[in-house]
């Protein structure tokens, strides 16, 4: 079955940086729209960064200029590489992808910035 596996979450300080992963089996994500996706306390979950099938990136603005999505294919990985943290990006972090009109979901990561 499709799995995805998140992992490269923490606790940082305020400013700091992580690199998430989203590692498929059973897909290709290099074939894939990937989204990152994140989730506070409280919060629904909202949209973060995608890149497309194709390599376009787009960015929810809150994290234009500090995150970055990317893909590499020998992996079969997706990351967000996110710098520059602050105390609001806290949350857990999932990736998502869809085939067939069925929507796959890794387990999440939780990232933790500290003021």
Not at 19 to 46: F, H, M, N
Not at 89 to 100: G, H, L, M
Request: aromatic share 10%; hydrophobic share 25%; net charge positive.
């Amino acid at each position: 079955q499709v799995q995805l596996v998140e992992s490269g979450g923490g606790l940082v300080q305020t400013g700091g940086s992580l690199r998430l992963s989203c590692t498929g089996s059973r897909i290709l994500l290099s074939i894939q729209t990937v989204d990152w996706y994140r989730q506070a306390p409280g919060k629904e979950r909202e949209p973060v960064a995608r890149i497309t099938s194709g390599g376009s990136t787009n960015y929810t603005d809150s994290v234009k200029g500090r995150f970055t999505i990317y893909r590499e294919n020998a992996k079969n990985t997706v990351y967000l590489q996110m710098n520059s943290l602050r105390p609001e990006d806290t949350a857990v972090y999932y990736c998502q992808t869809s085939s067939y009109k069925a929507h796959y979901w890794g387990q999440g990561t939780q990232v933790t910035v500290s003021s």
